[in-house]
């Protein structure tokens, strides 16, 4: 009896979870919305148990969180999860482009440049849906080599981080600024592998996955992704002349509506209002930022890839060694 019952409810378990699950990658569920059990199992035409299940799941894969009040949500990630993201996607990748170019089939070779051409296509069009199906050939372009490389481990490892890379890109991507980088960028991944040629496609894998670390890294900072606002007011404000954090409060200016915070900056005397550009940048942008300075990283080449002010990164360091 048991045994015959099991593998319906599995079905629907597995079901309710592809389901949830590619909503959430398509961006259908917005990261607003509090996922109610019962109101999903309306809108899936599903019974609460699976959902609740596949819910479980997508926690455990981080694609859904709960916050304090046990209110499930849609993950928004964090800038500092998404740059170790990119980093253990360059260090996973690197290994799937050394396997493919050992390894790819004439007819996996022929795969990828398809989804190369494909997404070069696409490129020209402007159709609705345009964005998911660039991101769909783009992770069917990196599963691809994945699989390739002959290296069993690699595809599952991947998937994981590819979810988590999509759920970012949905959420960062209002529209798809870089296309033409990455369609380039990808191209020479592709060259590359074809031509059996391992030490530039790790040189290529490694220059396009640090290049959408800076892309994404940009965008948190563009949309202030990476800015609570309670941590944000605990931080002190700094000076945009001397980034300086010694700055006294000095009156408010503009209309009632519109009323900005003025300071006075103690160390060069300037005065200045507080925008977006003055706030500071959360604890993880300056441990990620030092820790690129201890890897080897110049002030102005940090401030390439993180947008953070040359100055300001100077500034941490100091008071780092200090
Ligand atoms: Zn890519
Ligand atoms: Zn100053």
Redesign the pocket.
């Known amino acids: 009896m048991s045994l015959q019952r099991l593998p319906p409810r599995k079905t629907l378990y597995e079901q309710a979870y592809l389901t949830l699950r590619s909503a959430i990658l398509a961006g259908e569920i917005d990261i607003q919305e509090r996922l109610i059990e019962t109101q999903l199992a309306e809108r899936f035409q599903m019974s609460r148990t699976p959902i609740r299940e596949a819910i479980r799941r997508l926690q455990q894969e981080k694609l859904l969180t709960s916050d304090s009040n046990g209110g499930i949500y849609v993950t928004k990630p964090a800038l500092h999860d998404a740059i170790k993201l990119y980093d253990c996607r360059i260090a996973l990748e690197q290994l799937a482009v050394m396997g493919a170019c050992e390894h790819a089939t004439n007819a996996q070779l022929q795969d990828l440049e398809q989804i190369v051409v494909q997404s070069a296509n696409l490129e020209k069009q402007t159709e609705e849906n345009r964005k998911n199906r660039l991101l769909d050939l783009?992770f069917r372009?990196?599963r691809l080599i994945a699989q390739s490389s002959d290296n069993p481990w690699l595809v599952p490892l991947l998937e994981q981080l590819s979810s988590q890379t999509r759920l970012l890109r949905i959420q960062t991507l209002s529209d798809t600024p870089d296309v033409i980088k990455?369609h380039a960028?990808?191209c020479q991944i592709y060259e590359a592998i074809a031509n059996r040629d391992a030490e530039t496609a790790v040189q290529s894998i490694t220059v396009?996955l640090k290049a959408?670390q800076q892309r994404i890294t940009h965008i948190f900072q563009q949309y202030e992704l990476t800015v609570p606002s309670q941590t944000e007011a605990l931080l002190p404000i700094q000076c945009p002349h001397c980034q300086s954090e010694a700055v006294n409060r000095n009156g408010r200016r503009g209309s009632n509506q519109n009323h900005k915070q003025n300071y006075v900056c103690r160390n060069c005397g300037r005065q200045f209002l507080s925008t977006y550009e003055n706030h500071r940048y959360s604890p993880e942008m300056r441990e990620h930022c030092i820790a690129l300075h201890r890897n080897g990283s110049g002030f102005r080449e940090i401030e390439r890839m993180t947008g953070v002010n040359h100055n300001t990164v100077i500034r941490w360091v100091k008071a780092a060694q200090s």
Request: charged content about 10%; aromatic content about 12%; cysteine-free.
């Open positions: 783009n372009f990196h990455i960028e990808h396009h959408s």
